[in-house]
C-alpha cells in the first residue's frame, strides 16, 4: 500500500561504485499519484535486491522526489498554476533568495524542488545526470515518452518500451525537463555544463491500476539503459508484474500541432476521445466560448483534456 508522504523526498539509493545520477520525479502535477507508487516498489525491490543476492552492485545514485508536494496532499493538479509550466532562469533567478512564507503555492514548491535537485548536483560526482518525470493523462490511451532531444534523450527514451513522441517537449515552455536540458539547475542560475539527459514518461490514465506498475517498470529499464544495474538485476520484480500489452502506435512518432487554452476559453473536449486515436482534418474536436473547435490537420490526438485545470486542450502528432 502506498505511503502518505509529506516530505518532498521519497527515498534514495546509492550504490559504492561510480555511476549516473538519476533523479526522478513524481507527482510533478498533484493528481498524479502513480509515480510516487512506483518509485516506492523500485526502492522495495533495490533494497531486496541488495539483501538477498550477494553479487550485487549498483553503480551511481537514484533519487525519488515529489514535484508538487502541497498539490499532491489534496490530489489536484496544482493549487494556483502549473508547476510544469514555469521553469525559466528568470523565474528561478526571482524566487532563489525570497523567504519562502513570501511565495506562492508553487512558486514556494519550485524554489524547494530547485535546492533539492541542486544538492544532488553538488555533491555528486558523475558526470551525467538522467532526469525521469513520472506523468499521467486524464484520457485513455497516455502511455508514451517524450525526450527533450533527438540524441541521448531519445536514446533513453527507445528503452522504456512505449511509443516515443519526438518534438513535443519543444512545444511546451516551462517545462522542468526543458530548464534542465538547458542546464538550468545550478546553484548561480548560469547554464551549467551539466550533461543532462531528459525523458518523460506517461504511463497511462490517472486512475488506471496499471500505471504505477508501467512507471515502475519504466524506471527499472532507466536503470538498466544508464547501466545502474544489469540485465539480470530485479528480473524477478519485474516478472511480476503483469500488464495489458502496450498499443500497436509506431515506436516513433512527431508531434504537429499544440492547441493552448486559457481559463477564460472555456474549453470542453468532445466525449469520448483517447489518446492516439485518429483524426481528420476539420473534424469537431472541441467547444470554447468562440464555437466549435476543428483540428488542423489529420493525425493521431494526444492528451485531451478531460479535467478541471490545464494549459493544453489536446495535441496532434503524426
Known amino acids: 500500500m502506498s505511503q502518505q508522504h509529506t516530505e518532498r523526498v521519497i527515498g534514495t539509493f546509492e550504490g559504492e561504485t561510480p555511476g549516473p545520477l538519476i533523479i526522478v520525479i513524481a507527482a510533478l502535477h ?13 526502492f522495495d525491490a533495490l533494497e531486496h535486491e541488495r539483501r538477498d543476492k550477494p553479487n550485487f ?11 508538487n508536494l502541497q498539490a499532491f496532499l489534496t490530489r489536484q493538479r496544482f493549487v494556483e498554476r502549473d508547476l510544469n509550466r514555469m521553469w525559466t532562469a528568470d523565474l528561478m533567478a526571482e524566487i532563489k533568495g525570497t523567504k519562502p512564507e513570501d511565495l ?15 544538492a544532488e548536483n553538488q555533491s ?31 536514446l533513453l527514451a527507445k528503452h522504456l518500451g512505449a511509443p516515443v ?15 534542465a536540458t538547458e542546464g ?5 542560475l548560469q547554464p551549467s555544463t551539466l550533461n543532462a539527459i531528459c525523458v518523460a514518461f506517461e504511463a497511462g490514465q490517472h486512475e488506471s491500476p496499471h500505471a504505477a506498475i508501467r512507471s515502475a517498470i519504466a524506471i527499472v529499464r532507466c536503470l538498466r539503459a544508464m547501466e545502474s544495474i544489469s540485465q539480470t538485476d530485479v528480473v524477478d520484480f519485474e ?10 502506435i509506431p515506436p516513433v512518432v512527431r508531434f504537429r500541432y499544440a492547441h493552448n487554452i486559457k481559463e477564460a476559453d472555456e474549453f470542453k473536449m468532445r466525449p469520448g476521445y483517447a489518446n492516439f486515436q485518429p483524426i481528420v482534418q476539420g473534424e469537431h474536436l472541441a467547444d470554447d466560448v468562440h464555437g466549435p473547435v476543428l ?8 492528451m485531451p483534456l478531460y479535467q478541471a485545470k490545464g494549459s493544453d486542450g489536446f495535441f496532434i502528432v503524426q
Do not use: W, Y
Not at 128 to 144: M, N, P, R, Y
Open 165 to 179: 513522441i519526438v518534438g513535443l517537449q519543444a512545444s511546451i515552455p516551462g517545462t522542468l525537463l526543458g530548464f
Open 184 to 188: 538550468g539547475f545550478s546553484l548561480n
Open 57 to 67: 552492485q549498483f553503480r551511481g545514485k537514484l533519487v525519488g522526489l515529489i514535484g
Open 104 to 118: 506562492a503555492a508553487e512558486n514556494r514548491e519550485a524554489q524547494h524542488l530547485f535546492e533539492c535537485i541542486n
Open 124 to 154: 555528486s560526482t558523475s558526470e551525467t545526470t538522467v532526469f525521469l518525470d513520472l506523468h499521467t493523462t486524464s484520457a485513455e490511451g497516455g502511455i508514451f515518452t517524450i525526450p527533450t532531444d533527438e540524441g541521448e534523450s531519445l
Open 295 to 302: 483540428s488542423p490537420d489529420k493525425g493521431l490526438i494526444l
Open 30 to 42: 498533484g493528481n498524479e499519484p502513480a509515480g510516487v507508487r512506483a518509485l516506492e516498489m523500485v
Open 239 to 248: 516478472k511480476n508484474l503483469t500488464l495489458p500489452s502496450l498499443t500497436s
